[in-house]
């Protein structure tokens, strides 16, 4: 299979349709070999339009996915960011995402909580030269405080609501890009750190895989 005549079809049939115009957001896309981030069993289908499990539901873990490219590309281009960021990246999976930061970004810390997957990332930057991202393990939930703030925080996955320790994280004019909510009601949402205060801004409809650790704490009901 011609990979990369596959990812240029992607740009151009999956992400420009879909109004992304970033060109830093379209280079990366172009740049980035998505076929390295999947499993050897579905290096064929990584330019699909699709998402694309990265690990399967075992021993009670739910399974994981690489995200679908253009609601990927269009979180990507509502950070607006650049090389003066710094990128916090909340469940990088295999790596795919935060390769893209890489490009885009000054510096990515790249947060995931299995062992496993984060190990696979290690290895999957390091093979092709993303030096400028660092794998932490932890809750992703929590973030990584220790090397924050940050000036984008971005959330590989959709979840029901956003833990105030990520909203702590970031820095003046940070960006925090999640999808909120589960399945097609599901909505992208930038939340902004200005003099302080948080602002949050709703731009479109995203049906996208959860991430897990992310559940609305339940309620008591007296």
Known sequence: MDFEAARVKMVENQIRTTDVTSHSVLNAFLTVPRENFVPEKSKLLAYI??????????????????????????????????????????????????????????????????EALAVEAKTNLAALGYDNVTIVTGELEKGHAGSGPYDVIFVDGSVQEVPQALLDQLGEGGRLIVVLGYGHAARATVFIRERGALSENVFFNASIKPLPGFAKAKEFVF
């Open 49 to 114: 339009d699709n998402d694309i499990e990265i690990s399967p539901a075992i021993s009670g873990k739910p399974a994981r996915f690489l995200m679908e490219a253009s609601p990927l590309a269009k979180l990507l281009q509502l950070g607006e960011i650049d090389k003066e960021d710094k990128v916090l990246d909340v469940g990088c999976g295999t790596g795919y995402v935060s390769a893209l930061l890489s490009i885009l970004a000054g510096s990515v810390v790249a947060l995931e909580s299995d």
